[in-house]
């Protein structure tokens, strides 16, 4: 009966998809939503389509409800109801789309119908699959013949839910990095206590996530950072160009707690950060790929990214892994590999996988295109691009300037450890004064 362990595993990112849906209803319900979120609802009803599509009315309705009603007149009514359910599902995943996308959708009025449409599906999956695991499976195991088994279970091993197919389509792998997003956050810092704490709950809108107010730095005397500030909001791609020595890398450095800071403060969500370790700061979601990517050489792929892990709790890895292999599938391929022996860009998936097994708030990436061919550049800043359009909030450090301020919601320019210029990444693309010094234009 391998369909219905196939079934089960499907039911379990059912479920994990409709937490995250919740999780974005809640907020909803109470007046607070972003685009990032109502878009989420969108790919979310994507999932759910494709998952009709592709298992219940394909196999499920068509196979397995059709044979259990050939061998029995048993549990007629509870098939006639799970087929109801089946199509009903699209009536609730167009009532879904159209509340996320109307041109009215920041409405409190659309906001809360959105609410009870996502309280009221939930609620109606869940009914669904308890009735399904509960009722239908075991009647299933005492009606079906050995044959029937047979032609089911090669038909349920012939496709796969959409979350776990080994060469998904670009929206799913979005779609799991935001579900990633959305989860809880880890609790705390560790043993430690003498630590300033940082909040894991999320922010308000508008709120900066990250906010660097006059950081001031220094190795020995040479004085790098001259009062910096600069603001992440959440969800959001915030570029830091400028040329070599501008002190990029340092306020990196000064944000993830590994450089010490002489004047200012760093805050977390309006919460000082400035004496809190490197370790609780990765504790509560700030995640580095530190420039020359800097992995393990002599350690399998794997165990990179279960480094990148180790504040995460032990049942999480395997499905950190599978979402890192989702992004990075050559990743998957090589993963008993030591990463010494790969490519350049091959690193860089690495390190960038590494820092997504932290399940990080706020993603830090310094120089990712260092070293790297154009077409291996053009992939990663793909990713890059991905991850920000699934909400996750990322400061980008970049010596390319038209790559990072053409996906940047927001940049800044740095000068000899100042902050030049700032503004939206398009408008800065088209400075006269950025366009002659970065684009060489």
Not at 395 to 400: H, S
Request: proline share 5%.
């Amino acid at each position: 009966m391998r369909a219905l362990a196939i079934i089960a595993a499907e039911h379990r990112n059912m479920r994990l998809v409709a937490g995250a849906l919740a999780v974005l209803g809640d907020r909803f319900a109470a007046g607070s939503a972003d685009e990032a979120g109502l878009h989420t609802v969108e790919l979310i009803a994507d999932y759910f389509e494709a998952y009709a599509d592709h298992c219940h009315h394909a196999r499920e309705s068509d196979l397995l409800f059709a044979r259990m009603r050939v061998r029995s007149d048993r549990g007629g009514a509870m098939l006639d109801r799970l087929d109801r359910d089946h199509h009903e599902a699209r009536r609730h995943l167009a009532r879904l789309r159209h509340l996320a996308s109307n041109p009215n959708r920041h409405d409190a009025k659309n906001l809360t119908e959105l609410a009870a449409e996502i309280a009221r599906f939930r609620r109606e999956l869940d009914e669904h699959l308890r009735v399904e695991e509960e009722e239908c499976f075991p009647l299933a195991g005492a009606v079906l013949t050995p044959a029937d088994w047979t032609e089911i279970d090669a038909a349920f091993a012939a496709r796969s839910d959409p979350l776990d197919h080994v060469d998904p389509a670009e929206t799913v792998a979005l779609l799991r990095a935001r579900i990633t997003q959305l989860l809880p956050s880890p609790e705390g810092f560790g043993a430690k206590a003498d630590h300033a704490p940082i909040a894991p709950k999320p922010s308000a809108a508008g709120d900066a996530l990250l906010t660097v107010d006059g950081v001031t730095s220094a190795y020995s005397r040479i004085q790098v950072l001259h009062g910096v500030s600069i603001q992440v909001p959440p969800g959001q791609l915030v570029a830091l160009v400028g040329a070599n020595g501008a002190g990029k890398t340092t306020l990196l450095r000064c944000i993830s707690g590994v450089q010490p800071i002489s004047a200012g403060s760093v805050l977390m969500q309006g919460k000082p950060i400035t004496g809190a370790s490197a370790d609780a700061r990765v504790r509560a979601g700030i995640c580095q790929v530190p420039e020359g990517r800097h992995v393990f050489a002599p350690m399998t792929i794997e165990d990179n990214l279960r480094m990148g892990a180790h504040t995460r709790p032990a049942a999480e890895i395997a499905e950190g892994l599978e979402e890192v292999f989702t992004l990075f599938p050559v990743l998957r391929e090589r993963r008993d590999q030591p990463a010494g022996v790969l490519s350049g860009g091959q690193q860089q998936m690495v390190a960038l996988g590494r820092a997504l097994m932290g399940k990080p708030r706020l993603l830090l990436l310094d120089e990712p295109s260092m070293g790297l061919a154009p077409l291996i550049v053009a992939d990663i800043f793909r990713i890059i691009r991905m991850l920000r359009d699934a909400g996750m909030t990322i400061l980008l450090v970049e010596q390319n300037a038209r790559a990072a301020l053409s996906i940047a919601d927001h940049a800044y320019v740095m000068e000899s450890g100042r902050i030049a210029l700032q503004g939206r990444g398009r408008d800065l693309l088209k400075n006269d004064e950025v366009r002659r010094a970065y684009l060489g234009m």
